[in-house]
């Protein structure tokens, strides 16, 4: 069982050290980039397929309340980021994209994925906040 409370963690520290080396790989001008690529993706799929497997482990070992509270909280996070993109598509049809183009530009494409990621689990945390109390 103390192996099982591990596992989650190691495989998440796993992904973070291929990641980091994978940027780290890709950042050096040389020809070995076309060829490291596709093995930096393959390489980073069994960590994450271990994430996904070890999280949904996780989750069934909860007891129902604490499922519920999670489920909640997962169907806030799903909603509130389709809400957001679909905002953001109704912005660009209306003809805003200037706006959203300069926000893009000043926080680059990592800046953009980093607050996609605290966006998405700033919402999980507020629904999960929600049905906790509500539960209470």
């Not at 790989?25 to 980039?33: A, F, G, I, M």
């Not at 489920?71 to 109704?90: E, H, N, P, R, S």
């Not at 945390?125 to 539960?135: I, K, P, T």
């Amino acid at each position: 069982m103390r192996r099982q409370a591990f596992a989650l963690p190691a495989a998440l520290v796993l992904y973070i050290g291929i990641l980091a080396g994978a940027i780290w790989l890709l950042s050096l001008d040389t020809l070995s980039q076309t060829l490291a690529r596709p093995l930096v993706v393959l390489l980073s799929l069994g960590p994450a397929a271990a994430i996904v497997i070890l999280g949904v482990r996780w989750y069934q070992r909860l007891d129902e309340l604490k499922q519920r509270i999670h489920l909640i909280a997962l169907a806030v996070a799903f909603l509130g980021t389709l809400l957001l993109a679909f905002t953001g598509i109704w912005v660009a049809l209306v003809g805003q994209t200037e706006a959203i183009i300069d926000i893009l530009i000043r926080f680059g494409s990592v800046g953009v994925s980093f607050s996609l990621f605290a966006g998405v689990v700033a919402l999980y945390v507020v629904g999960w906040l929600w049905a906790r109390r509500q539960y209470r």
